[in-house]
């Protein structure tokens, strides 16, 4: 029981554009949403959060959408760089027996090129 | 990687033979994880600690046990290692509340154990 998605596996972009990567979750009760990036032989690092109350939330080049009735929500790279190649987890977050719970999707790996 | 250590960063190991992962932090944050990371299926995890000798399972904790006797140390154990084991292990950090203290809450990774149990 996934709940938390990520449906393409891997996506290819031209560095300069912009990069959209999407997530799906079925659970309401999420109140937070995170984005985390992954190097090979490192450990994933925050990239930006968003919370269900929200529906956008930007940092710089990263920007997050979120649309609750969808249950669906978004990362969008703006340009995107080489350096940026790396595989993208999302997470939801909600509060369950005693700690904040974090599902993650199973990851989308993104490659930039020049 | 924000005063978490992993040792060992990589095992080779048989089955059946028992196996200890340590995750060391100097943050003196109060919750810690344990998750695995296998291909499609993103992070899940085994078990987590809120504080010394506080510990509860998490949503893949069949065959791990954790131990955590000071604030700093979180150990994962394999009783008896199996080859559905053989993963790459990341220990996580979060604020010292563990909760909504300024918005999401926002867990710091280790660099990862990869362990293969042959």
């Known amino acids: 029981d996934q709940q938390v998605k990520q449906n393409s596996p891997s996506l290819s972009v031209q560095e300069g554009r912009i990069s959209i990567l999407n997530c799906d979750y079925t659970n309401s009760m999420f109140d937070y949403f995170l984005w985390y990036k992954k190097y090979p032989a490192e450990g994933p690092t925050f990239l930006i959060s968003?919370?269900?109350?929200?529906d956008k939330n930007e940092d710089g080049r990263f920007t997050v959408f979120l649309n609750k009735s969808a249950k669906h929500l978004s990362l969008h790279i703006v340009p995107s760089q080489p350096g940026d190649s790396a595989v993208y987890f999302c997470?939801?977050?909600?509060?369950?027996?005693?700690?904040?719970?974090?599902?993650f999707g199973a990851g989308t790996r993104l490659a930039v090129h020049p | 990687d924000a005063g978490i250590t992993q040792s060992p960063r990589h095992k080779v190991t048989e089955t059946g033979t028992p196996v200890t992962l340590r995750c060391h932090q100097t943050?003196?944050?109060?919750?810690m994880y344990w998750y695995r990371q296998d291909p499609g299926h993103g992070l899940r995890l085994i078990h987590y600690s809120y504080g010394v000798k506080d510990t509860d399972k998490g949503e893949v904790s069949d065959g791990y046990s954790v131990s955590r006797s000071k604030t700093e140390d979180f150990l994962l154990t394999l009783e008896s290692a199996t080859s559905s084991q053989t993963s790459v292990y990341f220990c996580a950090i979060s604020d010292p509340l563990g909760r909504f203290s300024s918005g999401a809450n926002v867990l710091t990774f280790g660099a990862g154990s990869r362990l293969t149990v042959l």
């Open positions: 943050e003196n944050h109060r919750y």
């Open positions: 968003i919370s269900s109350i929200k």
């Open positions: 997470a939801a977050s909600r509060f369950s027996g005693g700690y904040n719970k974090l599902i």
